[in-house]
């Protein structure tokens, strides 16, 4: 089965008065029909701008620089990198194809639009320009992501709703033309654990009943555990671990990742008073940065000389299963985005 997305050396860079910000360097992955892969790491490593890249949405002075993101539209494969694709041509792939629930759902919502306006203008776009069909399936979404009163909730106004529903609202949004693929960045952020649950079972059952597939992107290690079957951990722009939760959660081997697995509070295994486990330092800034790998000044088992020096390739380990680390492997990645070799001085 050939995959929906397939993004390869994606970069996104913005060009500052200060320098580069490489927020995406490199990074390339693949989601298959159906599957939930999870995009994790701490804040800042370019999860976002990886979303908003895939949906050509990278704000200014943002640009992607180079890479590939082939999608499966219809029988064919459009790169949606390709700067010759025309406005027109993404907005019909937008909502259609591809759609996004962002992590701020105020932010995102306008407040001088009713929630029903908010829907339509999707459904007008890519499924009907008939506003009492319109109406109808904005009221069975509505229906569909669990709230109730819709045809009262259509005339109402983002304020005039809780920070919950206004989440199933961007839900609703994003599911209202059925798309293939959905990207849930942060979806439920700021949310009470009890409505993040109800949100999380919520995209799990529409995945099932639409028969689409799920980017998503948390730093919430719970919650990768229990929705996804992939898991792409991301450090300062470059994806440094790739492959199935139960590989990543059981078998980690980037450095990154062991330590943040070790930070996951565990019941009856902390003492009182004990500080919990916490990874050194933080992470560099993303200006200008050199060819070397990033966690180099964080990490425990650095090698001077090599890790200071040289980008790591990401590496097959295991059955897909994929690492960034000179510990697992001695390819390097060029400036070029091709794969060299590691000459270690002998021992």
Known sequence: ???????????????????????????????????????IGESGCGKSVTAHSIMRIVPRPGQIEGGEIHMELEGETVDLADPALSGSELRAIRGRDISMVFQ????????????????????????TRDRKEADEIAVDMLARVGIANPRQRINEYPHQLSGGMRQRVMIA??????????????????????????????????QDEFHMAVLYITHDLGVIAEVCDRVAV??????????????????????????????????????????????????????????????????????????????????????????????HSDSIQLEDGSIGTLERAPA
């Open 1 to 39: 089965m050939s995959p929906l997305l397939d993004v390869r050396n994606l970069r996104t860079h913005f060009r500052t008065s200060d320098g580069i910000v490489k927020a995406v360097d490199g990074v390339s992955f693949t989601v298959d029909p159906q599957e939930t892969l999870g995009l």
């Open 104 to 127: 701020e759902p105020m932010t995102s919502l306008s407040p001088v639009h009713s929630i029903g306006n908010q829907i339509r203008e999707t459904l007008f776009l890519h499924r």
């Open 173 to 206: 949004i994003a599911l209202a033309c059925r798309p293939r693929l959905l990207i849930a960045d942060e979806p439920t952020t700021a949310l009470d654990v009890t409505v993040q649950a109800q949100i999380l079972e919520l995209i799990n059952d529409l």
């Open 234 to 327: 991301m450090y300062l722009g470059r994806v440094v671990e790739y492959g199935t939760v139960r590989e990543i959660f059981y078998n980690p081997k980037h450095p990154y990742t062991v330590r943040l697995l070790r930070s996951i509070p565990k019941l009856g295994h902390t003492k009182k008073g004990e500080p919990l486990a916490a990874i050194r330092g933080t992470v560099p800034s993303p200006i200008n940065q050199p060819p070397l790998c990033g966690f180099h000044d964080r990490c425990e088992e650095v090698m001077e000389g090599v890790c200071n020096r040289h980008i790591p390739a990401l590496a097959e380990v295991a059955d897909r299963h994929q690492v960034r680390c000179f510990l």
